[in-house]
């Protein structure tokens, strides 16, 4: 079962890419997920958005060092190739790119995954902060072309009424 989004956002989908369920591709955590056909080299890319509450005093730095922390229990090891803040004083934002491999059917192939962190403040209560998490895995050499297509939903975000993307 998928979960939802703490504050609703919405966003375009760029041409391409097709919605997918969550928890039949191995995502249950995501609140959304999309693919873009067809594989590379057995590969499919993908972008997958979660978010939770983080009333905690952790800046987005920190909160990204906790994404490859976990990744490297997954997958070791993990290399940051790039990292950078992003966004406004208001809609304040962060990005890392990682690169790693993974065993899929018994290949290794080697993936990039670029991460987008959002954190938004609740405006009567500036200690209600939820960030919201945009990711982008595809294998190294497909990369490029999926990134610009990243970018451009990344571009499109704002918030939402509740209702789905």
Not at 116 to 121: E, F, H, I, V
Request: hydrophobic letters at 40%.
């Amino acid at each position: 079962m998928s979960t939802n989004l703490p504050a609703p956002i919405t966003f375009d989908l760029p041409k391409g890419w097709q919605v997918a369920p969550p928890d039949k591709l191995g995502a249950p955590d995501a609140s959304f997920v999309a693919v873009h056909l067809p594989p590379d080299d057995g590969f499919t890319a993908n972008i997958t958005i979660d978010g939770e509450y983080r009333p905690d005093t952790a800046t987005l730095p920190e909160i990204a060092d906790e994404s490859v922390e976990h990744m490297d229990q997954a997958a070791s090891p993990v290399v940051v190739t790039d990292r950078c803040e992003a966004g406004s004083s208001d809609a304040p934002g962060f990005t890392q790119t990682l690169a790693f491999s993974i065993s899929v059917a018994g290949k290794s192939r080697a993936l990039v995954q670029s991460q987008a962190y959002l954190s938004l403040l609740d405006i009567e209560d500036p200690h209600k902060r939820v960030v919201i998490r945009f990711v982008l895995t595809s294998t190294e050499s497909q990369h490029p072309t999926v990134l610009d297509d990243f970018r451009a939903l990344l571009g499109t975000v704002r918030p939402g009424d509740g209702g789905a993307p």
